[in-house]
Structure formats: structure tokens, C-alpha cells
């Protein structure tokens, strides 16, 4: 099943949760849904059952932010790798499965955590002690410090991985799930819409209406386009990441995740910008303004490297002021503040556009700037 487009992501959600939803989940269905019917050896195919059985007795009833089940994350994450790959290996598989498991359940909050514990330890026992050593390994790598920054866990990360890069498959995989998953809808915005012929048409055609959905305007009370975007900036700092380490160079698999979650990125940042144009900014001659404004900004290489803050351009120190905020509060009110700034997000969407295609076109290219140490111009 192609799942690499938001279409195609929403089927393989509502197949998955159908299955979920059965008085009694067949993982036999489920685990056939993740590898694609994609064949697998009987004893590793056990032990997928076991560890799937595991994630959907310990999640039970707890859901994400957007409200479908929690077990769905890992699920599709590991959905997402399966279908990236030629030939399955049981330990990508298994990483990709229990990737949050140390960040999601902890032994002093979890009152079941005994119960829990003897579940994990009856499904490790079934792999072999070098796999599972490894897989340990790998999970603790991919466990983020709550008092650490994204960049220098995105950092460490690479920094352990540069013999396992399988790792960065499972952290590309994860970024594609929750990239597709910032959306509950009936179809994908963008289907049937030409996002460049809408921007052409603006910038250079006099006799062009604007923008019109079809739609209605449906608020969103969970995650606005501000949050989405901070979402793909994220992407930013770990694509960049792994492109300065080249930590994806030798992995075809990773490569082929990286490509597919720049273009996902980039399609996500699209629907925020018709968004915009279709229903808060309608102007057809105020958005060919702010999309000349941002034409100019890639013109003179903005995009290329992380800048400072300055008076004149709504683009500068962009990263630095409204993304790169270690306090989730402090973060929250510089992404309200974005929220009801219209003209500046649709130059922070059009700009991660091109960002995005810059990651697609220049298997070179990352944003300068963007460390495992923090964001900041570079020196010199």
C-alpha cells in the first residue's frame, strides 16, 4: 500500500485503527498491514506479535494530541519503515516499535509498571541476547533527556549512530508519522490544487480572483498552522543534522525516508500557505507583496544559513526568535504570537517551501547554523 502521501497515510491510519478497534485487536491483521504482506521469517513474525500485543495492552485507551489511539504512532512509524524497504530485518522493525517505550512509560508514574515490565521481558526473552542487547542499545540512543534540547538530542543521537545508522531510519520514520499527523482529514487539502500555478498566478497575473477553497473554513482547536509549522521546523534541524554528519549517506533506506519526509515537509507547508491565502489574508495584491518580500529574502541567500535578528525583514532571526525556544511556555507564546502575525506566516511557510525543495534538489544542501550545540550565524 503506497502511504508516503497524506492520502494514502489517512488509509493506512483508518486500516490500523479498525483493527484496534475490534473487541479483540487481530495482530496477525495488523502486523500483515505494517510489513505489506512482505515476508518474514515465522519466528521473527512471533515475536512481532509478542511486542505489538505488548505496545497495545500498555497504551490501552491513551491517545495522541489529535485524539486517535497512542499505540497508532509506533504503528504507522514502523508501517512507514516496513515499506521504505527491499528486504525487512526484525531489529529495525522491533527499534521502530518500541522507539518512545523509555519516554512513554515510566516505572515511578505507571502503577502497572511490574505487570508491564514482566510483558517487555517475556517478549525480549524470545530474541537472541545479541539482539537484544542491541536493540537496548538503540532504544536508549533514541530516548530524549527531558531536560535536553532537541538539537543536542538530535546530536547525540547522530554522534551514536555513526556505526548504526540503521537508527536514523527509525528517527526518520518517526518525524514522517508525526508530519502526516498533524491533520484529521476526510482527503488532502492539496489534492486536485496546484500550489505553484496559485502562486504564479498571484505574483504575476493582474486579472487573477485569488485562492478559493471549496471548502468552508474549519477551525482547528488542536494544532493551527503555527504549531504545524514549528512541527516542520524540527524537520529542519534534523535533516540539517543529518546532512552536516552525513549520517544517511551509506543507508538507502535512510536516504529514501529523507526524501520522502522532504517532500511530505514540504506539502505540509503548502497547505498552510493556501490555507492563509484561502480564508485570513484573501488580497490577491497584498500576497503578491509578501510573496515578492520573501522572493527577494531567498535571493539573497537566506535560506542557506541561520541569521540574526534585524529591523526591516520579517524573515531574520526567524529560527533564533520564534522556533529555538527551549521553554515550552516561552515557545508557546512566541508561536501565538506567529498564530495571529498572518503576513509573517505566510513567509514562514512559503519559506520552509523552499527549504524543503532546496533538501530535494541539493543533496548538499542544509540550513548553516543549525548545530547539535543550538542555532545561531555561524562564525566568520
Not at 512482505?38 to 521473527?44: E, F, G, L, T, V
Not at 517487555?120 to 527531558?146: G, N
Amino acid at each position: 500500500m503506497e502511504c508516503y502521501d497524506l492520502d494514502g497515510f489517512l488509509k493506512i491510519s483508518a486500516l490500523l485503527n479498525y483493527q484496534l478497534s475490534a473487541r479483540q485487536p487481530n495482530w496477525n491483521n495488523i502486523t500483515y498491514i505494517l510489513l505489506e504482506g512482505k515476508p518474514i521469517a515465522s519466528r521473527d513474525e512471533g515475536i512481532l506479535l509478542c511486542v505489538c500485543d505488548y505496545l497495545g495492552k500498555i497504551y490501552g485507551k491513551k491517545k495522541r494530541d489529535l485524539g486517535p489511539f497512542s499505540v497508532l504512532h509506533p504503528l504507522r512509524a514502523t508501517a512507514l519503515l516496513s515499506h521504505a524497504a527491499r528486504e525487512l530485518d526484525l531489529l529495525d522493525l522491533l527499534t521502530c516499535l518500541l522507539h518512545d517505550h523509555f519516554e512513554d512509560f515510566d516505572p515511578l508514574k505507571d502503577s502497572g509498571w511490574k505487570e508491564q515490565e514482566q510483558m517487555f521481558q517475556a517478549c525480549m526473552a524470545k530474541i537472541s541476547e545479541i539482539r537484544r542487547k542491541r536493540l537496548l542499545e538503540r532504544l536508549e540512543w533514541l530516548t530524549k533527556e527531558p531536560a535536553e534540547t532537541y538539537n543536542h538530542y538530535i546530536g547525540h543521537l547522530l554522534d551514536r549512530a555513526k556505526n548504526t545508522p540503521e537508527v536514523v531510519r527509525t528517527k526518520l520514520a518517526d518525524r514522517l508519522d508525526n508530519t502526516f499527523d498533524m491533520r484529521i482529514d476526510l482527503q488532502d487539502p492539496l489534492k486536485g490544487v496546484d500550489f505553484f500555478e496559485i502562486v504564479f498566478q498571484t505574483m504575476f497575473t493582474h486579472i487573477y480572483r485569488g485562492y478559493r477553497p471549496e471548502r468552508t473554513h474549519q477551525t482547528t482547536l488542536i494544532l493551527n498552522g503555527a504549531q504545524r509549522l514549528y512541527q516542520l521546523f524540527k524537520n529542519i534541524v534534523l535533516m540539517s543534522l543529518i546532512r552536516q554528519r552525513k549520517a544517511a549517506a551509506t543507508d538507502p533506506i535512510s536516504q529514501g525516508l529523507f526524501r520522502i519526509l522532504a517532500d511530505a515537509s514540504m506539502r505540509e507547508a503548502q497547505r498552510i500557505t493556501l490555507h492563509i491565502f484561502g480564508y485570513h489574508e484573501r488580497s490577491v495584491s497584498t500576497l503578491r507583496a509578501i510573496l515578492k518580500e520573501t522572493m527577494e529574502y531567498a535571493e539573497s541567500g537566506g535560506f542557506e544559513a541561520v541569521t540574526l535578528p534585524r529591523t526591516g525583514r520579517r524573515l531574520d532571526g526567524l529560527f533564533m526568535s520564534v522556533f529555538n525556544k527551549p521553554s515550552r511556555a516561552e515557545r508557546n507564546r512566541q508561536l501565538a504570537a506567529l498564530y495571529q502575525n498572518k503576513p509573517l506566516m505566510i513567509e514562514v511557510a512559503v519559506s520552509f517551501v523552499i527549504i524543503f525543495l532546496n533538501f530535494l534538489t541539493d543533496t548538499q544542501y542544509f540550513v548553516h547554523g543549525i548545530s547539535a550545540e543550538g542555532i545561531g550565524p555561524e562564525a566568520g
